[in-house]
């Protein structure tokens, strides 16, 4: 994928996240800054100040673009798309008549992401990853952690939006905070861990952990509409991303074989729900996460994208018998 090592690109990855067992160990997020309504953060909250760069391919990118949505804030924050693949300088913003719906970045005009990472710092090393939020204003990325970047989008744009309505509110959060975290690990998180994982017994851990919990999801979602009840939260939301790319990618690609997302008929079920939800559709594209993922020559040395694009999330849904 790449990484930028004192400012200067390199086509390697880092070695710190594997681990001498085999394991894929992520690393954390660099930028931490936080937007905040009364701009005590040093960031306030306001409408055409900030710019989202994303990849459609990018789980992680994608809970933005859902909470860009979700939160009214399509006036409020503009967005650059790299096109789907991994290239040889990571993600890339262009202009192409394949990708119509992939813009280029209008605000500082690079070319790549590692340009907008050198551009706010320029002896940055590390890995360059979507989602970013770039503030206008003072030429520098705030957040490249999507975890972070949602929660500021669901609250501190409201007298903005006049939406008001939390997806994590006070009151759940404990409960939101515990499912995010298992979700993660072994979900979100899961699916690489299984993909990049370089020993057995690493890729076995992880298989195990991943399919234990949708196991648990699948009976959780049998009994109930959403996560955690009829009410629609965060930990929804962070979920959806993985679910969508799952039967493209994950399944086959990164080796998560036990079955598919549209095997569980709960989940499967879960998953077209979420995905009718009034603009959520515009953000899924199945295709996008064919040529995405399997692009990636470190385990797909080959380089052939499948033709198919096994995924319809358009048909009916029996979740209403929850209301």
């Given at each position: 994928?790449?990484?930028?090592?004192?400012?200067?690109?390199?086509?390697?990855?880092?070695?710190?996240?594997?681990?001498?067992?085999?394991?894929?160990?992520?690393?954390?997020?660099?930028?931490?800054?936080?937007?905040?309504?009364?701009?005590?953060?040093?960031?306030?909250?306001?409408?055409?100040?900030?710019?989202?760069?994303?990849?459609?391919?990018?789980?992680?990118?994608?809970?933005?673009?859902?909470?860009?949505?979700?939160?009214?804030?399509?006036?409020?924050?503009?967005?650059?798309?790299?096109?789907?693949?991994?290239?040889?300088?990571?993600?890339?913003?262009?202009?192409?008549?394949?990708?119509?719906?992939?813009?280029?970045?209008?605000?500082?005009?690079?070319?790549?992401?590692?340009?907008?990472?050198?551009?706010?710092?320029?002896?940055?090393?590390?890995?360059?990853?979507?989602?970013?939020?770039?503030?206008?204003?003072?030429?520098?990325?705030?957040?490249?952690?999507?975890?972070?970047?949602?929660r500021m989008l669901d609250s501190e744009f409201a007298d903005i939006t006049g939406s008001k309505d939390l997806l994590y509110p006070p009151e759940l959060r404990e409960a939101i905070d515990g499912l995010?975290?298992?979700?993660?690990?072994?979900?979100?998180?899961?699916?690489?861990?299984?993909?990049?994982?370089?020993?057995?017994?690493?890729?076995?851990?992880?298989?195990?952990?991943?399919?234990?919990?949708?196991?648990?999801?699948?009976?959780?979602?049998?009994?109930?509409?959403?996560?955690?009840?009829?009410?629609?939260?965060?930990?929804?939301?962070?979920?959806?991303?993985?679910?969508?790319?799952?039967?493209?990618?994950?399944?086959?690609?990164?080796?998560?074989?036990?079955?598919?997302?549209s095997d569980f008929p709960n989940l499967s079920n879960y998953t077209r729900d979420l995905y009718s939800v009034p603009g959520i559709a515009g953000t899924v594209t199945p295709r996008y996460y064919v040529?995405?993922?399997?692009?990636?020559?470190?385990?797909?040395?080959?380089?052939?994208?499948?033709?198919?694009?096994?995924?319809?999330?358009?048909?009916?849904?029996?979740?209403?018998?929850?209301?």
């Amino acid at each position: 994928m790449g990484v930028l090592i004192n400012g200067a690109w390199t086509d390697q990855d880092l070695p710190q996240e594997r681990a001498p067992n085999g394991e894929f160990k992520r690393i954390e997020s660099v930028f931490r800054d936080r937007v905040s309504a009364d701009g005590a953060s040093g960031f306030k909250a306001e409408a055409g100040r900030y710019h989202l760069y994303v990849a459609h391919g990018c789980p992680w990118a994608h809970r933005t673009l859902i909470y860009r949505v979700l939160k009214g804030l399509e006036d409020v924050i503009s967005v650059s798309y790299s096109i789907p693949g991994l290239r040889e300088q990571g993600w890339t913003f262009v202009d192409d008549p394949r990708y119509p719906d992939c813009t280029p970045d209008t605000v500082n005009g690079c070319r790549y992401m590692h340009q907008v990472y050198t551009l706010s710092s320029p002896d940055y090393t590390g890995k360059v990853t979507v989602p970013v939020l770039w503030d206008k204003q003072t030429r520098r990325i705030v957040n490249n952690e999507s975890s972070e970047i949602i929660r500021m989008l669901d609250s501190e744009f409201a007298d903005i939006t006049g939406s008001k309505d939390l997806l994590y509110p006070p009151e759940l959060r404990e409960a939101i905070d515990g499912l995010n975290d298992l979700i993660y690990r072994t979900v979100n998180n899961g699916v690489y861990r299984c993909g990049f994982a370089s020993s057995q017994a690493a890729y076995d851990a992880a298989y195990d952990g991943l399919f234990a919990t949708l196991d648990q999801l699948e009976d959780r979602l049998s009994r109930q509409r959403y996560l955690l009840g009829n009410r629609l939260t965060e930990a929804d939301w962070r979920l959806f991303p993985t679910l969508v790319r799952f039967d493209v990618a994950y399944f086959s690609l990164f080796r998560c074989n036990r079955n598919r997302i549209s095997d569980f008929p709960n989940l499967s079920n879960y998953t077209r729900d979420l995905y009718s939800v009034p603009g959520i559709a515009g953000t899924v594209t199945p295709r996008y996460y064919v040529e995405n993922y399997w692009s990636n020559q470190r385990i797909n040395p080959s380089g052939i994208i499948p033709r198919g694009t096994p995924a319809d999330f358009t048909a009916p849904h029996d979740r209403a018998r929850f209301a």
